[in-house]
């Protein structure tokens, strides 16, 4: 399925996956308030079997037949103590 891609100006990280150009595509205001302004990354067609870096394409199909868009987060970071932990305590392990 062809699918558009945008990037937020306001939220790092961030991409909006769309079924249709933006311009065609009336997306729900919490959503663009959210997204902010919106930038055109690439178009690329999706299927099960497409490889992605940080989303799963059949979410991403699945998520275009309910609503016609998909929001593809920034991954998580630890929490600083919880690296600090891990550095500390990973350490001691591998000892």
Do not use: W
Request: hydrophobic share 40%; with cysteine.
């Amino acid at each position: 399925m062809k699918s558009y891609i945008y990037r937020s100006e306001k939220k790092a990280d961030c991409y909006l996956f769309l079924k249709e150009p933006f311009e065609d595509f009336s997306l729900p205001d919490p959503v663009k308030k959210v997204m902010g302004e919106l930038h055109l990354v690439m178009k690329l067609d999706i299927t099960s079997e497409t490889k992605l870096a940080l989303s799963d394409a059949d979410k991403i199909l699945d998520a275009f037949e309910q609503q016609g868009f998909y929001i593809q987060m920034p991954p998580s970071k630890p929490h600083p103590v919880d690296a600090l932990f891990d550095r500390l305590f990973k350490n001691e392990a591998e000892k």
